[in-house]
């Protein structure tokens, strides 16, 4: 982890703070967290429930704002953008798998899957078509002009999976994506996950509560209670 | 121009999440926009014929009536009208003077002996003044052909032969060349001036005469200039011009009940206002999440409020089309059975101001109604996405 001059981060965590208020006063959940993301590396967020996880990856996915501290993507700090250049940021340099129910249920398979390109810049008709070439890498070219309803848990992950990749993203961002899978389609879904990042250089970042999940990545890194830390024991070479 | 076409195309996939709100929010906008078209229609179609009868019946719109008295024994009713006809301003567009004789047609033409006729002697261009539509035949002219010709009214019409024999003072024939409606009960001919001493060999002494003048403004200085000018030298005394029209008075009578109407129509929109605002904010709340998944994929708060006020505009757009063609219904099909055919009254049609009432009635309903759930889709958490 020496290569870390700022082309090769995809992703750089400093020192950031987040604090609620709350009725019996201010809350703080997150202490400081700091980490870098190379290009093409694959990371786990672990750590028990309650401890932060979302908190972060909300953060890191530009999703929330920090209360203190600097989420730099692709070069870009990232604390005094604009909404609208957030939005810019998400759209092109992000993608993000969720738990579960993130399809837009009246959309079908591969408006899905288009869904980011109707934001950002134009599209050209060669993305248009790698849109629909991606729904055929996950396995569901068959399932194009099908509803979310019609889909099964697993293939509205792998659809969710190709749609976080259609601005070929820098940074693939997931929480939990196989949190509502039985054993073996989860497994499915995650080398899925990962393959496909491997094969186009896309770092990730993925929390977890699953130890299975988290030894396929590259690196751990551990929180609890909002304090984050490379976990050194589970990561061996 | 981008933005506009994918904020049209994702309205169309809106449409789509949920079918039965949409269109009952574009039934909510339709009963208001309907009440604002009813009302602009009707007052519109109303007006039209109202102001019509009274064109039919007094005059069109800035007509003045000049009165005069015979200064001396000697005056000529024809020496003023040449002086007026050279003096009236350039910008009038109608001038008559009329006479009214009583004859009496002979019982042979199948009428009750003693059925008085009134016969309106009319120099000038009487139907400048007046609507009076010919519905069949001709508006007799100055010719002078024997029997001297006449139109009818219907009373008249009705009453007489093509051809009929009339006492006055004397006797005579008269030919009925046209009927025209004049929207009056009663039996009236309409003849030229020119060919009164065919049908009256020995004109009457006048006392008085009347004239009427339109003129394209409200203002009657000029004609009471001309009249007065003209009367000096003819022997003639002007003793009043006056407005002699009625359409003023009915504009602003109809005015008065079409602003009552409007502002039911109003209350009406904004109660549709009222139920899109509602419908819209529990949408809202049912779409948090794919709201905020738009979000994270890159959507800016500016483009979910356009989509939610895009929606809006777009259910708006149906719903004036609808009320478009509901109100082209009822105008082509509904009213022309209500205007009598004998009137001769031209069929209203759509005012085109319409469409724009409509468009600007649905419009500001659909802004109106969507604006708080636009602002509330553009406040969503977006990281809501994440904690379900
Ligand atoms: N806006 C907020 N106000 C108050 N407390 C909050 C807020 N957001 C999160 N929390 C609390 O912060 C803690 C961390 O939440 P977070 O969702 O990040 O945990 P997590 O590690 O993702 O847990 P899990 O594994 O159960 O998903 C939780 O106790 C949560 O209740
Ligand atoms: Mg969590």
Redesign the pocket.
Same mark, same amino acid.
């Given at each position: 982890m020496t290569a870390t001059t700022a082309t090769l981060q995809t992703l750089h965590v400093d020192d950031v703070h987040h604090v609620?208020? &709350?009725v019996q006063g201010d809350?703080t $959940?997150l202490h400081g967290a700091s980490f870098t993301i190379a290009a093409g590396e694959t990371a786990a967020i672990m750590?028990? /429930?309650? /401890?932060?996880? &979302?908190? $972060? $990856? /909300?953060i890191v996915g530009l999703m929330l704002r920090a209360t203190r501290g600097e989420v730099v993507i692709a070069g870009q700090p990232t604390s005094r953008l604009s909404d609208a250049e957030r939005a810019r940021l998400r759209n092109q340099t992000l993608g993000f798998v969720f738990q579960g129910y993130s399809l837009v249920p009246h959309l079908t398979a591969a408006e899905n899957v288009a869904l980011p390109l109707s934001y950002g810049p134009a599209v050209s008709s060669a993305e248009r078509r790698a849109a629909a070439q991606l729904l055929e890498m996950v396995g569901l070219g068959h399932a194009a002009r099908r509803y979310p309803r019609h889909l099964s848990g697993g293939e509205q992950q792998r659809v969710a999976i190709a749609r976080a990749l259609v601005r070929s993203p820098g940074l693939l961002l997931a929480?939990?994506p196989t949190g509502a899978l039985d054993v073996a389609t989860g497994e499915a879904v995650l080398d899925l996950l990962l393959d496909v990042a491997r094969a186009r250089g896309t770092s990730v970042l993925v929390?977890t509560?699953d130890e299975a999940v988290a030894a396929r990545t590259g690196r751990r890194l551990l929180?609890v209670e909002?304090r984050l830390s490379e976990d050194q024991a589970a990561c061996a070479p | 121009m981008r933005a506009l076409t994918r904020t049209c195309a994702s309205v169309l996939q809106d449409l789509r999440a949920q079918p039965l709100r949409a269109i009952v929010t574009v039934v909510a906008m339709l009963v208001g926009v309907l009440a604002v078209v009813a009302v602009t229609v009707a007052g519109a179609v109303t007006e039209g014929l109202v102001i019509a009868k009274s064109e039919q019946e007094v005059a069109r719109e800035t007509t003045y009536s000049v009165d005069l008295t015979a200064r001396g024994g000697n005056s000529d009713a024809d020496a003023f009208w040449d002086a007026l006809s050279a003096r009236i301003p350039t910008d009038h567009v109608g001038l008559a003077m009329l006479e009214s004789r009583t004859i009496w047609p002979e019982p042979a033409a199948g009428l009750d002996a003693g059925t008085p006729v009134t016969v309106w002697v009319v120099q000038g261009d009487y139907r400048a003044i007046r609507r009076l539509p010919l519905l069949d035949g001709a508006w007799p002219n100055a010719g002078t052909s024997r029997p001297p010709v006449a139109a009818a009214n219907l009373a008249a019409a009705r009453l007489l032969d093509d051809s009929f024999t009339f006492r006055e003072r004397t006797q005579g024939v008269l030919a009925v060349t046209g009927t025209v409606a004049d929207g009056e009960p009663a039996p009236n001919l309409y003849i030229d001036w020119d060919v009164a001493h065919l049908m009256f060999p020995s004109p009457v002494q006048r006392e008085s005469i009347r004239v009427l003048v339109r003129v394209d403004h409200a203002d009657p200085t000029p004609v009471r200039r001309a009249a007065e000018a003209a009367a000096t030298s003819t022997g003639w005394t002007v003793q009043a011009v006056e407005r002699h029209d009625q359409i003023a008075g009915i504009r602003d009578e109809l005015q008065l009940v079409r602003t009552a109407f409007l502002i039911c129509g109003g209350i009406a929109l904004l109660v549709a206002a009222l139920g899109i605002v509602n419908i819209g904010l529990s949408t809202i709340g049912q779409r948090s999440r794919e709201l905020s998944i738009r979000r994270a994929v890159g959507a800016r708060r500016l483009d979910l409020l356009l989509l939610v006020l895009g929606n809006a505009l777009a259910q708006a757009v149906l719903a004036a089309g609808a009320a478009v063609a509901i109100a082209w219904v009822a105008v082509a099909v509904v009213v022309p059975r209500a205007v009598p055919p004998e009137s001769a009254l031209d069929a209203p049609t759509l005012p085109w101001t319409t469409v724009a009432v409509a468009l600007l009635a649905a419009g500001s309903t659909a802004v109106i109604g969507s604006l708080l759930p636009a602002i509330r889709a553009a406040r969503i958490d977006i990281a809501a996405v994440?904690?379900d």
């Open positions: 609620v208020p &709350t809350l $959940l750590g028990r /429930s309650g /401890s932060g996880k &979302t908190t $972060l $990856l /909300s929480d939990e929390v509560h929180i909002g | 994440l904690r």
